[in-house]
T-cell receptor
């Protein structure tokens, strides 16, 4: 199993540009999570999906952030327009069912200049 | 909301020494997890605890789920240089739908050879 796959690994963009982060969860995992990690705030849950349906998006900071999961093997997190304060490492994670530990991807390091 | 207090924030130890870190919460969890994160990678699950009082080992690592369900500790015995990283505790409650993991701020471990 290849694990959770995220792309790109690094993204540098200018303020105001649209950014799209991608995630392929582990096959057979019903839950998918998007986290953001910063020095100040640590790991924060942004949104999670169960069977491709968004369940809790209360962690999404603003309307500039949106996430989709069109099928069981793909999810995107989009920021439009991006701002310097969005600079962080964004992680995708998946888990097979409720109450189980998550498997994280290697993350996307986003820098907005 | 629920918060986790993880301590210490950082540790500098000599190779061969034992390490202990812990997490406390203002409210109860029914699952405790311990993760390790190395530079440039996502957190990797080390130990999962599902029952109050449970003591679980994984090689040189031992973790316990506190009886009150509000705390957990992780011990590393005979530390080696590759133990370097950031260790996160995480608590979760789950019910009809997946709960989400609440992460501590991490304990950064440095090991001197």
């Amino acid at each position: 199993d290849a694990g959770v796959i995220q792309s790109p690994r690094h993204e540098v963009t200018e303020m105001g540009q649209e950014v799209t982060l991608r995630c392929k969860p582990i096959s057979g995992h019903d839950y998918l999570f998007w986290y953001r990690q910063t020095m100040m705030r640590g790991l924060e849950l942004l949104i999670y999906f169960n069977n491709n349906v968004p369940i809790d998006d209360s962690g999404m900071p603003e309307d500039r952030f949106s996430a989709k999961m069109p099928n069981a093997s793909f999810s995107t997190l989009k920021i439009q327009p991006s701002e310097p304060r969005d600079s962080a490492v964004y992680f995708c994670a998946s888990s097979p069912r409720g109450g189980q530990g998550y498997t994280f991807g290697s993350g996307t390091r986003l820098t907005v200049v | 909301g629920q918060q986790l207090n993880q301590s210490p924030q950082s540790m500098f130890i000599q190779e061969g020494e034992d390490v202990s870190m812990n997490c406390t919460s203002s409210s109860i969890f029914n699952t405790w997890l311990w993760y390790k994160q190395e530079p440039g990678e996502g957190p990797v699950l080390l130990i999962a605890l599902y029952k109050a009082g449970e003591l679980t080992s994984n090689g040189r690592l031992t973790a316990q789920f506190g009886i009150t369900r509000k705390d957990s500790f992780l011990n590393i015995s005979a530390s080696i240089p590759s133990d370097v990283g950031i260790y996160f505790c995480a608590g979760m409650n789950y019910g009809g739908s997946q709960g989400n993991l609440i992460f501590g701020k991490g304990t950064k471990l440095s090991v001197k050879p």
